[in-house]
Structure formats: C-alpha cells, structure tokens
C-alpha cells in the first residue's frame, strides 16, 4: 500500500512562495496519476491540480499561472510550487493518489501579513 507524507507548508506572506513536497512509498509512484487539494476552515476540500502518469496537469481556475504541480518519479515525489500567494490560499494541502483513494496528512499553508 501507498503512503503519502506532505512536507513544506508554513507560514507566508502575500506575494510570497512556497513549494510543498509529498513523499510515496512503494513502487509503483511512476504508474499512477497524482493530485493536490486543499480545504480551508469550515470549506469543503476542493481540488487544485492534478498531473498524469506522462506529466499532463491541470489547475483549478482559482490558481492558474500562480501554481505548478510537479513530479519527480525516480525519487517517489509529488510537488506543488506555489506563487503570488494569497490569503485565501490559507488551507490545509494534501497529496492524493486518486486510483488507489489514498491521501497524505495534510500540511498547513497559510498566507498572512
């Protein structure tokens, strides 16, 4: 079985970046697509991007041209480099590999002055 270990949240301020990382155990990290969601206080988690097997991504509109999700398979690792943020970016972030329905602990962002 899969396991997924978030890491690099923290606190920020407006403008400012952040890359979250999320480690895979296993083999089989470079056969399944990944994906990232986040859930802010008294939200619903939402998802923000996702990337294939062959490195196709999508984003959530809301963080178009600010996000990149990233993958790096020969060191069973999922990025999210994080741009121009936002207060309302604040939430918790997690790694998920949609196929297998499994998720990481979540790392906490958040974006204040």
């Known amino acids: 079985q899969v396991q997924l270990v978030e890491s690099g949240g923290g606190l920020v301020q407006p403008g400012g970046s952040l890359r979250l990382s999320c480690a895979a155990s296993?083999?089989?990290?470079?056969?399944?697509?990944m994906a990232w969601y986040r859930q802010a206080p008294g939200k619903e988690r939402e998802l923000v991007a996702t990337?294939?097997?062959?490195?196709?991504?999508n984003y959530a509109d809301s963080v178009k041209g600010r996000f990149t999700i990233s993958r790096d398979n020969a060191k069973n690792t999922l990025y999210l480099q994080m741009n121009s943020l936002k207060p309302e970016d604040t939430a918790v972030y997690y790694c998920n590999a949609p196929q297998l329905g499994v998720w990481g602990q979540g790392t906490q962002v958040t974006v204040s002055s």
């Open positions: 990337i294939t097997t062959g490195g196709g991504t």
């Open positions: 296993g083999r089989i990290f470079s056969r399944i697509s």
